[in-house]
């Protein structure tokens, strides 16, 4: 009873006029920064924290919080109407909505990912009133075995869920870690894999470099060499009768995904050093071992986009919880949000919540209002975004890959980045054509700086003895879910070899 | 396709062979006391990399893997074209960058796409072609606080003069 009277004069902090006004300002702001490929929350909110200084803690918060909602819905935009993840939070969209969309079902996978964002962002919201604290300890329990236990499980889902070659989906994988542990070895701190000694390499390969290539200049090459020029990409117009009977549809095929992503997520957001972008391809994967139509995935099913993006919105509520109760950070974004705390006065950990209770409780109001006005504003600017797939072909591909180049650089501001977007785009190109599975090592290159210290952590807490990833309670079990999918091609072989040989024998 | 297949699966053996000799440059093994060397996970993984690229030489051989059975070519004439002329287009962007900025590469490349290989009217081609730099230029430099590379020194005074607009 008491949180309820609590969230009330939270709800009452955020509706203020001052707050409701910067929440709608700051979900646009989020909502474009979010859709532009190469920025993410964590520009628009890095970008924008000076801004704040000039209003209340409470309210400067709430806008960022703000800003942080419509970045989230804003990253699906660009995965479904352009191919090109916005962020990495994105990247599990495209994986369908993408599909969605080339096949004129943009606006049904636009709707379903605003309304699945929506329900991530109240369930995050719910469990976060009701679990706060309580939460927080489980989750700093995690150590190093278990959240390399949960990365392993990512990528075995892919290895036993996926149609495609499994030894192209493996070098995919692995090519994809390979590619994130260029740079400096996180724990030595010596130079590693800097290729024929290019002084680009030093600062590592940055995942949009990688998934802006794949995704913004090699699938497109491969659209265009695969339709032979003549795309004929959506006859998709837009009415208030469309976007009802969309949103119906988008429910009714994707309320499991959304459900999955919605808690999955929110859990995977707390752990520190996890947040979104696990969390959004883990509900992928898990989405997709569990639907009945699980086939359909990849090839532009609603429940594909729904479960990535119930995901990313809840995680990012999730990932608010250790940082606001411990004062640990749980994604970039929120490390962000802390250092604007620590410079409004406000000292983030268990004791906040005793001595700052209308801060607090705004914000969790906020995250309310925010994710309700941020559901409003991107339904308004889905026809925006249809119209932008019905440009011709011939103008929407140059403007795709002035984003890319443009977007790439905006990452890391490198010219050596630009050109390895280049490279990745065409052997992407020509390991498409081959069937080579890409988005495993999209995946890899964004879980790798998390699997690999994780790993050497562990092993280091062992001295070397694989088998602490079994022998604990909580990765144990992870950990022999992930090697039976892992193994599950090779069963079903087995399996199989030895049912068509009984018909036979009975014959 | 199917002699691509084999290529593909040569070269990605190499560079798996090459990332794992670059590897053994930090320690491999387990160092007592420190966990695994700086080199442990990228060499085990290239290694992986390359038994990978033995079962795909493995596929192609039995003929189990879909491009090893078919008798397309890798690319035809219009893949080729399609390669050199959009391909071509976007490395001329990035080269065109150094010289013109990449505002300035952005406009040329768009003219190319548009005008060219779009075969759009030419106004249409003109307004996009200025109009998208344009809005580039403010979203970048002036709100997101991002400059973007501004080629040789020949068009400072333009940028000097767009600048004054922003500040």
């Keep these: 009873m008491e949180t309820l009277g609590l969230l009330a004069d939270g709800f009452w902090l955020a509706i203020q006029p001052i707050n409701l006004m910067l929440i709608i300002i700051g979900v646009t702001l989020g909502l474009f920064i979010g859709a532009m490929p190469g920025l993410g929350s964590v520009n628009g909110v890095a970008i924008l924290l000076p801004i704040t200084f000039l209003v209340p803690p409470a309210s400067a918060i709430i806008f960022l919080a703000a800003i942080y909602y419509g970045a989230m819905y804003g990253g699906a935009i660009s995965s479904i109407t352009l191919g090109i993840p916005g962020a990495s939070t994105a990247v599990a969209t495209t994986f369908d909505g993408r599909p969605l969309a080339m096949s004129g079902r943009a606006s049904l996978a636009l709707i379903t990912a605003a309304l699945a964002s929506f329900a991530g962002g109240t369930v995050s919201n719910v469990l976060f009133t009701l679990f706060a604290p309580p939460l927080a300890s489980v989750a700093l329990n995690f150590g190093p075995p278990e959240i390399f236990a949960l990365m392993l499980l990512a990528f075995a889902t892919f290895i036993g869920l996926s149609s495609d070659d499994i030894s192209k989906t493996v070098f995919s994988i692995c090519i994809g870690l390979v590619f994130a542990a260029v740079g400096f070895d996180q724990i030595s701190g010596a130079p590693r894999l800097v290729f024929f000694d290019i002084s680009g390499f030093l600062h590592g390969i940055n995942f949009l470099v990688l998934a802006i290539g794949v995704y913004g200049i090699g699938e497109m090459l491969w659209t265009i060499d695969s339709t032979r020029g003549k795309i004929t990409t959506s006859e998709a117009k837009m009415s208030v009768k469309g976007i009802v009977t969309d949103a119906k ?55 594909g986009v729904a479960a990535p993006e119930a995901a990313n919105n809840s995680a990012s509520t999730g990932s608010m919880l250790p940082m606001l109760t411990l004062g640990i950070p749980g994604s970039p974004t ?18 906040l919540f005793a001595e700052q209770p209308e801060f607090v409780w705004g914000l969790i109001g906020s995250f309310y209002v925010s994710n309700f006005f941020a559901l409003l504003i991107n339904i308004a600017f889905i026809p925006l975004f249809i119209w932008m797939l019905r440009m011709p072909f011939t103008i929407l591909a140059p403007l795709i890959f002035v984003l890319s180049i443009v977007g790439g650089y905006a990452t890391t501001r490198d010219m050596h980045d630009v050109w390895l977007i280049v490279g990745f785009g065409f052997a992407a190109f020509f390991m498409r054509k081959l069937d080579y599975p890409l988005a495993p090592a999209v995946l890899a290159i964004v879980l790798g700086p998390i699997a690999e210290p994780t790993l050497r952590q562990s092993l280091l807490l062992s001295s070397g003895d694989p088998t602490i990833f ?12 992930a090697l039976i999918l892992i193994f599950l091609p090779l069963i079903k072989k087995v399996w199989d070899r030895r049912g068509g040989r009984r018909p036979s024998a009975a014959e | 396709m199917r002699r691509a297949e084999i290529v593909t699966a040569g070269l990605l053996a190499l560079l798996s062979m090459y990332i794992m000799w670059k590897s053994t440059e930090l320690q491999i093994g387990y160092i007592r006391g420190q966990g695994p060397g700086g080199g442990a996970w990228p060499f085990w993984l290239a290694a992986i990399c390359l038994v990978s690229t033995g079962f795909i030489a493995l596929n192609w051989w039995r003929g189990t893997s879909g491009p090893s059975q078919s008798d397309e070519p890798f690319l035809d004439s219009y893949g080729r074209k399609m390669l050199v002329l959009v391909g071509g287009g976007i490395v001329g962007f990035v080269v065109l960058t150094y010289i013109f900025s990449m505002y300035g590469a952005m406009a040329l490349f768009l003219l190319y796409y548009i005008g060219f290989l779009g075969r759009h009217r030419w106004w249409v081609t003109l307004i996009l072609a200025t109009a998208i730099p344009t809005v580039f230029f403010f979203f970048f430099e002036a709100l997101m606080r991002i400059t973007l590379p501004k080629g040789m020194p020949f068009l400072e005074p333009f940028f000097n003069y767009m600048n004054t607009i922003i500040y």
């Design chain 1, 249 to 303: 549809e988008g429910m009714a095929r994707s309320w499991r995904g959304t459900t999955i992503g919605s808690f999955l997520g929110f859990f995977v957001g707390i752990l520190p050093a996890a947040g979104a972008t696990p969390g959004s391809l883990m509900s992928y994967g898990v989405s997709k071992m569990l639907s009945r139509e699980s086939a359909q995935f990849g090839k532009g099913h609603p429940e």
């Design chain 1, 334 to 351: 929120t490390a962000i949000l802390l250092g604007g705390m620590v410079i409004w006065g406000l000292v983030p950990g268990p004791r």
């Design chain 1, 470 to 481: 079994f022998t604990r309670p909580v990765a144990g079990p992870i950990t022999i879910i």
